[in-house]
């Protein structure tokens, strides 16, 4: 297990220094003179040398790059031309507004995607099972920013049974004020989790250790619960994983739509500005969340199933 957990982290590691490259490149490949953009009309010449030398804009573009890996090996991600703070804190201020939002959609559209795909697989071919997937289609048919607008316009407006913005103060009324949010982006995973699920479930229903509990005179809701569960949820996992990135993009409209703080409305908020050193900041801060995220799904799917130890 330690040699497995080892090649994925190492895997990570790589990816996220081949995204951060290809980041860094594609920002300097951006037209115009970034320095002129980020001042604007109070771009003087002295400003202008002064700001191009602390960005080391005058060095050659792998001597940028370098220094810029090793600014991040401090944790150092920049400073904000505009009000002159560390970028890092910037960061890092917004990340658990993020968090928190994705978290609590990942919760509720977990625990509801996979009871209502085991429902399903329990009753295969039934009047249940084409209710539960034409609810999936439809969830997943429904995008994230319509779904937040129109959650909005009738719990948060019209019926006023929930706050329309902002993120509340305290436990409760933070969480209070992550109800329609998190429905928001959660809504459509509900679906995938439960098609994936059912689909999941019916395929290790038909295995061999399942028909051998079942000669054993279990009953079938223990079968399902312990036995079944345990092996159809492993893609599940996976996709929850995979799926930080799609949650994290989702999560920008969101924040927009409830004028909630956030990464996503803080790239957003600099690129409206032309703030280059925010943007790459918090795009890095997104991709390295979904990097690990992914490894941490594939540990937990070896944890759970032992042969996806030898799968890679």
């Not at 920002?27 to 700001?51: N, Q, Y």
């Not at 050659?60 to 890092?88: E, H, N, Y």
């Not at 913005?165 to 109800?179: K, P, Q, R, Y």
């Not at 809701?221 to 990135?245: C, E, H, W």
Request: with cysteine; glycine share 8%.
């Amino acid at each position: 297990m330690l040699k497995f957990t080892l090649k994925r982290f190492a895997l990570a590691a790589l990816i996220l220094v081949v995204a951060v490259t290809i980041m860094f490149l594609m920002i300097r490949a951006v037209p115009g003179d970034p320095v002129s953009i980020m001042l604007g009309p109070r771009a003087t010449p002295e400003l202008k040398a002064r700001l191009i030398s602390e960005m080391a804009l005058d060095q050659s573009i792998p001597k940028q790059l370098l220094l810029f890996f090793g600014g991040l090996l401090r944790g150092d991600l920049g400073v904000d031309v505009f009000s002159g703070r560390s970028v890092t804190e910037i960061v890092f201020e917004q990340l658990p507004h993020t968090l928190k939002l994705i978290f609590s959609a990942i919760a509720w559209s977990a625990i509801l995607g996979i009871a209502l795909g085991c429902y399903a697989a329990a009753h295969p071919n039934t009047w249940i099972d084409r209710a539960a997937a034409t609810l999936s289609v439809s969830f997943i048919a429904a995008p994230a920013f319509v779904v937040a607008l129109l959650s909005l316009l009738i719990f948060a407006v019209q019926l006023q049974w929930f706050p329309a913005i902002g993120v509340g103060e305290g436990f409760w009324d933070t969480a209070w004020h992550l109800v329609l949010p998190s429905f928001a982006i959660g809504l459509s995973w509900v679906g995938y989790i439960a098609r994936l699920v059912r689909a999941s479930m019916l395929e290790v229903m038909g295995e061999s250790h399942i028909r051998t509990a079942r000669a054993f005179g279990l009953s079938e809701r223990r079968i399902i619960g312990v036995y079944a569960l345990r092996i159809a949820i492993l893609p599940v996992v996976t996709v929850i994983g995979v799926g930080m990135g799609f949650l994290l993009s989702s999560a920008v409209f969101t924040e927009i739509v409830f004028a909630r703080p956030g990464l996503g409305k803080l790239v957003i908020d600099s690129i409206t500005t032309r703030n280059y050193p925010i943007v790459m900041g918090a795009v890095l801060v997104s991709t390295g969340l979904f990097v690990v995220s992914t490894a941490l799904a594939d540990l937990i799917n070896a944890l759970l199933d032992p042969r996806a130890r030898t799968a890679t």
